[in-house]
């Protein structure tokens, strides 16, 4: 069964501090990997997408990284903003012949208190 | 502003109204999604129209009513909904198979 995990459920730093978000997925056959940051009652905005042969990818102070061998990506934030706080959303997509389906985590929730 | 525009933001409505939600995206996108996002649940696919023609439809229940006159625009017709039906509703456009899709800011929509 297609699925994706994502940890923690919900998480509470400090402004300034570093944190690190998991996403471990099930989904075969694997086509790419997002990461989308929605702030609280608007859509979500993407920040990276990363596909089989790419292990790192950077965008500001996130970095993503992708493990396809052991199927886990992991969202890193550096120098935390209060801006930050955010759901942050792990999307895995999956080939479906000559379409792409996608597969939704249930968002890590992120605060950031000053 | 990520070009896909959506109105109202807010919609309160009981049970017996008909109401719709409009989706306005300006990226020049031949695809447009229709999303549903409730507490604690992930994203739910509602309705995918590529080149104005519905190519999936995921058992959405008819009270739900989707019409795509061209590809920059997007409504969502409702009548007869339920309680549970109160979501938040997403719109996003993209290229036909392209990687990416851009969401617009939702409709916080209750039903009373």
Same mark, same amino acid.
């Not at chain 1, 955010?86 to 996608?102: D, E, F, M, T």
């Not at chain 2, 807010?10 to 507490?39: D, I, P, R």
């Not at chain 2, 795509?68 to 719109?91: G, I, K, M, R, V």
């Given at each position: ?114 | 502003? *990520?070009?896909?525009?959506?109105? =109202? ?7 017996? !109204?008909?109401?719709? %939600? ?32 519905? *190519?999936?439809?995921?058992?959405? =229940? ?7 006159? !061209?590809?920059?625009? %997007? ?38």
């Amino acid at each position: 069964k297609n699925q994706v995990e994502q940890s923690p459920q919900s998480l509470i730093i400090l402004e300034g501090k570093n944190c690190t978000l998991q996403c471990n997925y099930t989904v075969s056959p694997f086509s790419n990997l997002r990461w989308y940051k929605q702030d609280t009652g608007r859509g979500p905005v993407s920040l990276t997408i990363m596909t089989f042969s790419e292990n790192t990818k950077s965008n500001g102070r996130y970095t993503a990284t992708l493990d396809a061998d052991t199927k886990q990506s992991s969202l890193h934030i550096t120098a935390s903003q209060l801006s930050d706080s955010a759901s942050y959303i792990c999307v895995v997509s999956a080939r479906a012949g000559n379409n792409r389906k996608l597969i939704w985590g249930l968002g890590t929730s992120l605060a950031v208190n000053p | 502003e *990520t070009g896909v525009t959506q109105t =109202p933001r807010h919609l309160v409505m009981g049970m017996t !109204n008909k109401k719709s %939600l409009k989706c306005e995206q300006h990226l020049g996108h031949n695809a447009m999604y229709w999303y549903k996002q409730s507490a604690k649940k992930p994203l739910e696919l509602m309705f995918v129209y590529n080149f104005k023609e519905q *190519t999936e439809n995921n058992s959405v =229940p008819s009270r739900f009513s989707p019409e795509c006159p !061209n590809s920059s625009h %997007l409504f969502l017709h409702l009548h007869t909904l339920q309680p549970e039906d109160s979501a938040l509703y997403l719109c996003a456009s993209s290229r036909v198979g392209g990687p990416e899709a851009f969401f617009g800011q939702g409709t916080r929509l209750t039903v009373v």
